[in-house]
């Protein structure tokens, strides 16, 4: 909304987090992905938009490996965590999923108990000696999900029974419990209204202090609140990267002009 | 978008039709749709009457079967008849034979009737309407209690079938006529009878708990036997089926790649599901009878053909419902690194488990009221022996409940019908209750999400 000081934003330059060279996908014979090349800086939200279909949750998928789960995804390329090849084979999935945490497009808290939620990745991963230090976690979590004071007397209540918007950010402390260097959102705002997409917004903000977060939007608005740097991918190429700033005032791309003045998507 | 030129003339007239009276589509559209629920009401209304007349003809006939007739009588035990010898030694004491102790129960009879100042002509030997089971019964007594040698011991003794049919109203003065098994006069005692209090007709337990009796005996034939054997069968398929057919499924639906290979094994589950029972009978008696030399008529037998009959039942109801769990909690499990294998146990599984648990209780209850397979390995031989208990017990000749209720309605004593029936609303009960337990567990652990 407020875009207007975009081109004063400042992005000091940070160290790569992530570096994905010449990244190929296909869904059995559909190529999805083509020769996507991208750096994205630590402490740093970056947006990825374009129109549907163009590629931008399944790339965001490659990062922490979830097209491992669907049986006809092949990932050519290679995309380096902190210079380690994640498609290495000998890189457990497993582990890299603790390092690279994700939110899905829409809430989906375990139907268990508030608590049981976010206690689960740091059970799973050992993360966590004694019933003390797991409390010490999931409050944690949930202060940094911006969610702790609306659910601290009610943690025994199923996760399910909340509102959309407290579902996600339960869903992004769950996340952010298990400690990762990365975070993914893959449309995080899309099942949510305004006063919780304002909530959540807020809240990406402040993860971009301890986190390098990796943001899918369908919203221009929104990628323009919220990010730092910004992707355009169309047709299954990265079209455009730069500054969010730069993108949406002075794209060099004629498609990313298109897009954002809502001639094409 | 706003092109809002309100006017404010209001047409004068609906352009196409007015919106009071229906047009010749709409009102061919409402016809069929009546038509149709028409269809459903009936279809509905039929399967109810079938099922209302299947239950109705089935206690009608059956109810019967759980009361019997008894009668009381005091047995004079003579030393000199029963041991000769004199010395209450069990064995030489078993030298008399039921025919030696079916003569004191016509005397106890005879006794009975001068004491209440009975007096029917052309009676025959009053014994006659005892059941044809007294005497083993008491033989049975005797020589378990030889003590009672030389005393007098009051007992109660099943009443012939005959005469349990005409407390019933089965068998009348009509049909006793030309009935070479039961006379008027036997009747006419059986009301004298009924008056003093001697002999009464009441819930009869013996039917759930006493073994099956021979085609002479109708009064004294029993589920116990079957009921036993089918509660061991049931186990068997328990222990193996649900195990196996879970694991299968596990693998199947979450693990194992989609190829060929996985594709023509989901289509032969499929097809096995729709295999005729009998078929698996046959299956049962050349593989664990012919050839692996498991014992005939052994409810471990039956209880690995009923497995093989109820895995696809539950190897297709788990697969149903694991799929049905939303693919977003698998997500949101592998999202904070869990593992395949840990999102599958910790949160996959618990939401498929009351979809597993309807569907193994309903397979185990199509087990349970299957017959042909178990006709083919020998269930369906005369078993008077319990089993052991288990484990031994897996391999002793057993019945079943379904096989008890074909066995039965091939007898030709018309007395077997109530007990045919009977057994059919035992049957019945039996899966009803399993039934309800599989609605409960899917009440009470459904989850929403």
Not at chain 1, 189 to 216: M, R, W
Not at chain 2, 333 to 355: D, E, I, N, Y
Not at chain 2, 357 to 367: D, H, N, S, V, W
Request: proline share 6%; with cysteine.
């Amino acid at each position: 909304m407020n875009d207007m000081r975009l081109t004063e934003r400042a992005v000091d330059s940070k160290d790569v987090k992530i570096a994905a060279r010449k990244v190929q996908v296909f869904y059995g014979e559909t190529h999805a992905i083509k020769d996507v090349d991208v750096d994205i800086d630590d402490k740093t939200v970056t947006a990825f938009i374009g129109p549907s279909g163009c590629g931008k949750s399944t790339f965001l998928r490659c990062i922490n490996r979830m097209n491992d789960t669907i049986d006809v995804a092949r990932v050519e390329g290679d995309i380096h965590l902190d210079g380690e090849d994640i498609y290495n084979p000998k890189v457990d999935p497993v582990q890299l999923r603790a390092k690279v945490g994700m939110v899905f497009q829409k809430p989906n808290p375990f139907p268990k108990s508030i608590y049981d939620n976010v206690a689960y990745g740091p059970k799973i991963h050992g993360l966590a000696k004694n019933k003390a230090e797991l409390d010490e976690i999931v409050e944690r979590a949930l202060r940094r999900g911006a969610i702790w004071d609306e659910v601290k007397d009610r943690l025994q209540e199923p996760g399910t029974g909340l509102s959309g918007g407290q579902q996600q950010r339960l869903c992004i402390a769950r996340a952010v419990a298990t400690e990762p260097e990365v975070l993914l959102m893959d449309e995080p705002c899309s099942a949510l209204d305004p006063i919780a997409t304002a909530q959540v917004e807020e809240l990406i903000d402040e993860l971009k202090q301890n986190y390098s977060v990796v943001i899918v939007t369908h919203s221009m608005q929104q990628a323009a609140r919220v990010s730092q740097k910004t992707a355009f991918f169309h047709l299954g190429y990265l079209v455009e990267y730069g500054e969010t700033g730069q993108i949406f005032t002075n794209p060099k791309d004629s498609r990313t002009e298109s897009y954002i003045t809502g001639r094409i998507g | 978008m706003s092109d809002i030129t309100a006017t404010d003339a209001v047409p004068s007239a609906p352009r196409k039709g007015s919106l009071l009276e229906q047009d010749a589509r709409t009102k061919r559209r409402n016809a069929a749709e009546t038509r149709f629920k028409m269809y459903g009401i009936i279809a509905v209304t039929l399967g109810i009457l079938a099922l209302v007349m299947l239950v109705v003809s089935i206690v009608s006939n059956g109810a019967s079967a759980f009361q019997q007739t008894y009668i009381t009588l005091e047995v004079d035990l003579p030393e000199d008849r029963l041991d000769p010898e004199g010395n209450r030694n069990r064995d030489q004491m078993a030298r008399v034979s039921t025919f030696g102790y079916g003569p004191l129960i016509g005397e106890a009879m005879e006794a009975q009737i001068a004491a209440l100042g009975i007096e029917i002509e052309e009676l025959g030997n009053p014994g006659d309407i005892v059941s044809k089971e007294a005497p083993a019964q008491l033989r049975n007594f005797v020589l378990a209690n030889p003590d009672v040698v030389g005393s007098t011991v009051t007992f109660e003794f099943l009443a012939n079938g005959r005469i349990d049919g005409y407390m019933k109203d089965r068998v009348t003065r009509a049909t006793a006529l030309l009935d070479k098994n039961v006379s008027p006069a036997q009747l006419d005692l059986t009301d004298a009878l009924g008056e003093a209090g001697v002999l009464e007709k009441r819930f009869n337990w013996a039917f759930i708990t006493a073994p099956d009796a021979s085609g002479q005996r109708p009064e004294a034939a029993g589920l116990g036997v079957a009921i036993v054997g089918s509660f061991y069968m049931m186990l068997v398929v328990l222990i193996l089926a649900l195990p196996i057919g879970v694991a299968a499924s596990i693998y199947l639906e979450e693990f194992a790649p989609k190829n060929r290979f996985t594709d023509l094994i989901e289509v032969n589950i499929a097809n096995l599901a729709a295999v005729p029972s009998i078929v698996f009978g046959i299956l049962g008696l050349a593989i664990f009878i012919n050839f692996a030399g498991l014992p005939q008529s052994a409810p471990i037998v039956g209880g690995l053909v009923l497995t093989l009959m109820t895995l696809p039942t539950i190897i297709i109801a788990t697969r149903a419902s694991l799929k049905s769990v939303p693919p977003s909690i698998r997500e949101a499990a592998l999202g904070v690194g869990a593992s395949k294998m840990q999102t599958v146990f910790h949160h996959v599984l618990p939401l498929a488990a009351p979809g597993i648990l309807t569907g193994t209780i309903i397979g185990l209850a199509q087990a349970l009221g299957e017959t042909a397979p178990l006709l083919l390995i020998g269930m369906v031989a005369f078993v008077r022996e319990f089993p052991a208990g288990p484990p031994e017990g897996f391999f002793d000749p057993a019945s079943a409940l379904p096989v008890q209720v074909y066995n039965w309605t091939q007898r030709s004593d018309p007395a077997f019908v109530e007990r045919a029936s009977g057994a059919i609303i035992v049957l019945l009960i039996f899966l009803v209750i399993m039934n309800a337990i599989a609605i409960l567990l899917r009440r009470r652990f459904e989850r929403r999400w």
